[in-house]
């Protein structure tokens, strides 16, 4: 008995651990909604692309975003000097996740207004929204 309430209290202690490198009231970036990013990318926000090249090249990117080396190793030069300006975050679907790696380490190197586009550009596209060919010409 005492073994399975050890093992209990550790699996609790160990699920909580991914959140542990965070301040105290500090949250996962949000999600912003397709819609909502576009108002924001129109009004001055900076979108965040966070695909592999080959994502790039399949779906394009989306207008101006920043093309980044690499999802969880970018260097912050990579970024705004500006870290209150509005970062939106994405890569290809809602099953990819290397937009929230991107996003949480602005957010976790002072970054203040950062957002992941869940849908990624897949979803961008599947809305009608304009993207670019990767790489550019």
Not at 5 to 29: Q, Y
Not at 88 to 100: Q, W
Not at 101 to 120: K, L, P
Request: hydrophobic letters at 35%; proline letters at 4%.
């Amino acid at each position: 008995m005492r073994t399975l309430l050890f093992s209990l209290v550790l699996t609790v202690l160990l699920v909580g651990c991914k959140d542990a490198n965070r301040g105290a009231g500090e949250a996962a970036p949000p999600e912003i909604s397709i819609e909502d990013a576009s108002k924001a990318l129109q009004s001055g926000a900076v979108a965040v692309d966070a695909n592999s090249a080959s994502t790039r090249e399949k779906h394009g990117t989306v207008p101006n975003a920043i093309i980044l080396t690499s999802s969880s190793k970018y260097e912050l030069s990579q970024l705004p000097e500006d870290k209150s300006k509005d970062l939106i975050f994405y890569c290809s679907s809602t099953y990819c996740t290397a937009s929230d790696s991107a996003a949480e380490r602005a957010s976790t190197n002072g970054y203040e207004n950062v957002h992941i586009m869940r849908e990624g550009i897949k979803g961008w596209k599947g809305a009608g929204k304009a993207t670019v060919d990767y790489p550019e010409s």
